[in-house]
């Protein structure tokens, strides 16, 4: 009867195959997004492969080194801030709470933005400025015709509330994020991922 | 008849007792703002010297490391603030010019100090909160009667700011960080230094 019982998921080996690719590289970004969330930018990457359960091996057959997988982060938060924006009805509230959500969640990113900004490599100033783009075509989306702000402003309001969602804890962060969207006169909708819908 | 002739000036060596020190450890300050607001915050040391007029050796005996200069470049920054609130008649207009100025020259500091808001080291956090409360306290001295904003309010809308003015020069970082204020609704006076007064 034993012969044909499958191998327990958590005991067949981390890689096998396209799919099982897929797999680890997706669970290795959200374990990266949590553990920068926590740790700042410097965290050590074997808690990232911990937390992901995969070997170390694994974390540098996906990400060669620390900038790809923040590189991977932040391609995956801009995803789904698209995606928040792609949905049917979609309002700016809603959509700008979900971008919170990636600021309070990556407030370690920030300083690495504001060093871009200041950074003489042009490639780290597109590709920075190429994700800055595409989460001003996702807003832009959803501006009700009107609107007292630009689609200009609003991103320089998100440039502002990453400056203020500052602090040691992401409950921190988020309190000052609110408050900072409040000052502008902004609401903002509930401040969530958009993987939780 | 040039028995009587003072050495000039350029010629002296660098550090002729206390007074010179005082001379030189300015001079390595002021430059070292220029360097960083241009370079960023991993310029060499070598051209802060050569800018101030003095040789690596008197830097060193000034500032050990990179962080020690840093600190003194932003404890001179919040005097010069105070400084200003401290003037008679200052008005909140006018000393947040004198916040803006700095932001835009030392934005190389706010990624460091977004660093140090994520920071496990209570002394940059403490030394980090120290330098803000004092801002706090010059802010409170101007702020009129019944403003809408508290002072608390008004110290998250600098990091709101400071979050905005990013961008590879002086003239960028302060054209964003004056739409930031015009975002706020928050009236700006004159963006300049307290020492060219």
Redesign the interface.
């Known amino acids: 009867m034993t012969t044909q019982q499958p191998v327990p998921e958590e005991r067949r080996p981390a890689n096998r195959g396209p799919k099982a690719a897929a797999h680890n590289r997706a669970a290795l970004i959200t374990a990266a997004r949590e553990i920068f969330a926590v740790q700042?930018l410097d965290a050590p990457l074997s808690a990232i492969a911990r937390r992901a359960g995969v070997g170390q091996g694994v974390l540098y057959r996906h990400f060669p080194d620390r900038e790809a997988i923040a590189a991977a982060v932040l391609e995956r938060n801009v995803r789904e801030i698209e995606g928040a924006a792609a949905v049917t009805g979609a309002t700016l509230a809603a959509v700008l709470g979900v971008v919170t959500w990636h600021q309070t969640q990556s407030?370690?990113f920030?300083?690495?933005?504001?060093?871009a900004?200041?950074?003489d490599r042009a490639d780290t100033?597109a590709w920075s400025r190429k994700l800055s783009e595409r989460v001003g075509n996702a807003l832009r989306n959803c501006l009700p015709a009107g609107h007292r702000?630009s689609a200009d402003?609003l991103m320089?309001?998100i440039?502002?509330?990453?400056?203020?969602a500052?602090?040691?804890t992401p409950q921190e962060r988020e309190r000052?994020a609110v408050?900072?969207w409040r000052?502008?006169g902004i609401t903002v909708g509930p401040v969530r991922s958009f993987e939780d819908e």
Do not use: C, K
């Open positions: 700042g407030a370690a920030i300083g690495l933005l504001h060093a900004g200041m950074n100033r702000l402003d320089l309001a440039a502002m509330v990453s400056g203020a500052t602090g040691p000052r408050a900072a000052l502008l």
